[in-house]
């Protein structure tokens, strides 16, 4: 197990990242000062060290600087800087050090940095063979989520991280499955099936009630409050709490949502004592909180807070297999819905719906699925059923050539597959049953780089 040593005196900053790092399989050491973090490089011999240059009794910089001159070479030493000390970080490169990022920062990023540092002894470890898992529908393998390779590495990270990670951040444009995503990491952590999941959309309650709807509030704490209400922390208790759109939430808002997943503790209005909570929560926006954060829009130790464990759902445009797999799902749910036996896909619906943009991605193609079941006569579903006046999906010009699709499915696929290796050449072609020298010249081909 590597060894890492963590210099970080921000206490939320400070503990996402120890979270993430054990998530990780790092065995991780964190310091809040120079002093502290001297002593431990004196003790222990680490494989890496993350250090914050600001620290409250010194810098980070003078730490490598003066380790660096009493010691010689040292372990890849890795810096967390604001964005106007870039220079510095810069400077600290050429003296020696591995690598740096700015504020705010993908945890991601610079777990992948450490990994990329520390070599082999920070190795992953490897995503199961699909031989593993079932393809069923409603099975508890990879498939769950979609059969395509993006949605296998998702619900293969899901099945990781569902266990262990008590706050995970769930990225994607509108309409990908989100929530889907919620449900299955909540089906996966509580199999049982018993404990609650409570969906909440951040941006659809008012301003003024919020407040109350999150953290409930006790009988006479405002006007009109003329009985005790639990709010929706509270109902998540022993559970999953999913706050939709965590974007759109006011600073003051922002504020209360941190000191709960900071203190596991929720305080209803008008109370006098915090109640303790016991709950998962998963956050998702469609918006880059990144950018908000840099706007100063979103709170940066909020930000950290809820960003321990990131996952990604992909538009439905870049999963293509992914497209038939789901209507047959709603159809059947149609079906169900009806007490009535399922319908199926003509061919010609069935290449309106491969060929379709889908710029409403997984709800447009449950929205055209119900419309054509509601409005539509007989046991097939054609492409007039689900595009009016027999509107192709996209125009025929407009159709990639066989041979240009499958070049770009094998690059989409080169890229997942070296992503989940962090780009290590070897174990990728390990992994796809090549050569080393296929997978350079199949990059190489495609225009590959590394931040790719």
Not at 60 to 79: A, C, I, Y
Not at 298 to 322: N, T
Not at 374 to 398: C, I, K, Q, T, W
Request: hydrophobic content about 45%.
């Amino acid at each position: 197990m590597p060894q890492l040593l963590l210099i970080e005196d921000d206490p939320i900053m400070g503990e996402s990242l120890l979270d993430r790092f054990e998530l990780e399989g790092f065995e991780v050491r964190w310091s809040q000062t120079v002093e502290q973090a001297a002593v431990l490089l004196e003790q222990s011999a680490f494989d890496a060290v993350v250090s914050d240059v600001r620290l409250p009794d010194g810098s980070g910089e003078r730490l490598f600087e003066s380790r660096l001159r009493s010691t010689g070479p040292l372990p890849p030493w890795l810096f967390i800087t604001a964005f106007a000390s870039v220079d510095r970080a810069v400077a600290m490169l050429q003296a020696g050090a591995r690598d740096y990022v700015t504020k705010p920062f993908d945890i991601a990023e610079l777990v992948s940095k450490v990994r990329a540092a520390v070599g082999s002894q920070g190795e992953a470890t490897p995503a199961p063979s699909g031989s593993e898992y079932g393809c069923t529908e409603d099975g508890p393998g990879e498939a769950a989520l979609g059969p395509s390779t993006a949605m296998r590495l998702l619900a293969a990270q899901a099945r990781k991280l569902a266990l262990r990670a008590r706050t995970v951040l769930i990225t994607g444009e509108s309409g990908v499955g989100k929530e889907v995503l919620a449900r299955y990491l909540h089906g996966l952590a509580h199999p049982q099936g018993a404990a609650p999941f409570v969906a909440v959309n951040c941006g659809a309650i008012p301003e003024t009630l919020i407040e109350a709807a999150l953290f409930g509030h006790e009988r006479g704490a405002f006007t009109g409050a003329d009985r005790q209400r639990r709010g929706y922390v509270e109902q998540a208790q022993g559970g999953t709490l999913f706050l939709d759109e965590i974007a759109e939430l006011t600073p003051a808002m922002q504020v209360r949502l941190l000191r709960v997943l900071q203190e596991r503790q929720v305080q209803r209005l008008g109370a006098e004592a915090p109640l303790d909570v016991d709950l998962h929560v998963i956050c998702a926006t469609h918006r880059d909180l990144q950018l908000q954060v840099q706007q100063g829009r979103f709170r940066e130790d909020l930000y950290y807070r809820i960003h321990v464990v990131h996952l990604r759902v992909p538009p439905l445009r870049e999963r293509p297999g992914d497209v038939l797999w789901l209507a047959q799902r709603f159809l059947l749910e149609q079906a169900q819905a009806g007490f009535e036996a399922p319908r199926h896909l003509t061919a010609s619906a069935r290449a309106a719906l491969i060929g379709h943009a889908w710029p409403g991605n997984v709800r447009e193609l449950q929205n055209r699925v119900e419309r054509a079941c509601v409005m539509g006569e007989g046991p097939e579903v054609s492409a007039a059923d689900l595009f009016e006046e027999h509107e192709p999906a996209a125009p025929a010009a407009d159709l990639p050539t066989l041979e240009a699709f499958m070049a770009e499915a094998e690059k989409a696929y080169l890229v997942a597959v070296l992503a989940r290796f962090d780009g290590r050449v070897g174990l990728a072609a390990q992994a796809l049953g090549v050569s080393r020298k296929t997978v350079w010249e199949k990059s190489r081909r495609y225009g590959l780089r590394a931040d790719d």
